[in-house]
């Protein structure tokens, strides 16, 4: 274990990485100071707090280095696949072969945040006709109108079908530009009828198994494109051995996960836990060092839960947290309110469920694919909402509005309904946009009341 785990500021950082060089701590090729990066525009980074590990800074550095990353890849030939929507499905398939890397476009919906506006690419997406009703991943047109986030893609792959209007309509318009892209229809996920045959999917959800074989047979369509791409054939054995690696990076945060919501203190901040998280989607474009930079990050969170320290106070209300935040502050925010996050469901809880290895690789990844929270009810979304909160023990849950996203408009009001019918907890709702510095007072009173509410909730009721 590092020092006393705490959270510190971008500069106490620089101090600090100073203090790790001359101590003679290993440092990654993508390692260095965490302030480099400010360089790039990344100004948000002044205005977060991060957790002291080493572990964390390989962390940030290797979330922070992901488009240099990409630049490697085409110089060495590598072929790049933009994979946009399914969040975990296609990458799988990708890095199963050795001349592919890939990523998510739509990840550019944090660049508005992380560059406090500065890059212009929500101005790109009005000029084009794609407003703020739509969702602030419509900050991806302007990163491919510009080419200044990441490398354009060789191919790029879209799921439509059960997806949100905002996606099919952002990805649209992105044809409309210019790129080819390869479509694959994802079905809305339902129950099966009593004379069809149910698989249970990963993660819980059931779907009829016609539903598994159509999904499979989409994805065979992505197979052969990749194959053709990189004209290397993607035999059963290496999906295997791919899906063998996910699943090595969805335990490992599994393991985390479980330790960071349910240890007494909590080990690790949730910003740092956010972004562990998203490396199941995509690997940020390397899968060998997520592994390692996960491994990294699971052995400091055990040191801290078995030595009994952690970042915030021993009484921090549990709070359970739905949807990712457009504004990464926020998860700092909750914290710096007394809060800790006891549990997630940040839109793929499917790229975190492994991926069974005892179905035929691109069965398993069907299914996988189809325990897409976003593909099916919200009643479904909640269902296992309820069950995770029931898992990790949190006291409260905050469901964080996407602004102008169309899934938002009445899912909240169901998983809100569903869970205070469930288990009796508070649920409030915020909406969370890309900067939140002019609505950071009210944001802050709303969750210090949520603290204050859980506090109040833990007294004994006078006899
Ligand atoms: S509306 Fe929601 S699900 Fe759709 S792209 Fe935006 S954040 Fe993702």
């Given at each position: 274990m590092s020092d006393a785990p705490k959270r510190i500021t971008l500069e106490q950082w620089d101090l600090q990485y100073e203090k790790l060089r001359a101590a003679g701590a290993p440092q990654p090729y993508y390692g260095g100071p965490l302030s480099r990066h400010l360089k790039d525009g990344d100004r948000r980074l002044l205005k977060l707090s991060y957790d002291n590990s080493a572990a964390a800074l390989r962390l940030w550095n290797l979330l922070l280095t992901e488009e240099d990353r990409l630049h490697e890849a085409r110089a060495s030939g590598r072929k790049i696949v933009g994979t946009m929507k399914d969040l975990g499905t296609v990458p799988v398939m990708a890095y199963s072969l050795k001349n592919a890397v890939a990523f998510y476009p739509?990840?550019?919906?944090?660049i508005p945040c992380v560059m406090e506006l500065g890059a212009g690419l929500l101005e790109i997406a009005d000029s084009l006709g794609?407003?703020?009703?739509?969702?602030?991943?419509?900050a991806m047109l302007g990163a491919f109108v510009t080419g200044a986030h990441f490398p354009l893609p060789d191919m790029l792959v879209c799921s439509v079908g059960a997806t949100c209007d905002d996606f099919s309509a952002i990805a649209q318009r992105l044809e409309g530009l210019g790129p080819e892209i390869l479509w694959w229809e994802m079905p809305h996920r339902r129950e099966p009828e009593p004379d069809e045959i149910a698989v249970t999917l990963p993660g819980g959800f059931v779907a009829p198994k016609r539903q598994v074989e159509f999904v499979k047979s989409q994805l065979q369509g992505i197979k052969t494109a990749l194959e053709e791409l990189t004209g290397e054939r993607l035999y059963a054995e290496k999906l295997s051995e791919g899906i063998r690696k996910a699943n090595q990076v969805r335990r490992c945060l599994s393991e985390l996960r479980h330790l960071a919501f349910t240890a007494q203190r909590c080990p690790i901040p949730a910003l740092e836990m956010l972004i562990a998280e998203m490396l199941a989607i995509h690997f940020c474009s390397d899968r060998q060092e997520t592994i390692a930079v996960l491994t990294e990050l699971l052995d400091e969170v055990k040191a801290r839960v078995q030595a009994e320290v952690g970042v915030l106070e021993v009484d921090a209300a549990r709070i359970f947290w739905v949807n990712p935040v457009a504004d990464l502050q926020v998860m700092n925010l909750l914290e710096d309110c007394g809060g800790r996050i006891c549990g997630t469901e940040y839109l793929f809880s499917h790229a975190l469920d492994e991926v069974p290895e005892d179905s035929p690789p691109l069965d398993a990844l069907a299914q996988m694919a189809l325990?897409?929270?976003?593909?099916?009810s919200s009643i479904d979304r909640a269902q296992r909402i309820c069950a995770d909160i029931s898992l990790f023990g949190a006291e409260a849950v905050v469901i964080s509005r996407i602004g102008?996203?169309?899934?938002?408009a009445l899912e909240g009001q169901v998983i809100g309904e569903i869970v205070q019918d469930e288990l009796d907890i508070p649920v409030i709702e915020i909406e969370v946009p890309p900067v939140t510095d002019s609505m950071r007072p009210t944001v802050r009173t709303r969750l210090e009341a949520l603290v204050e509410t859980v506090r109040a909730r833990r007294r004994p009721v006078p006899k």
């Open positions: 739509d990840g550019a919906w944090w794609i407003d703020e009703s739509f969702c602030p991943v419509r325990a897409d929270p976003m593909v099916g102008g996203a169309s899934h938002c």
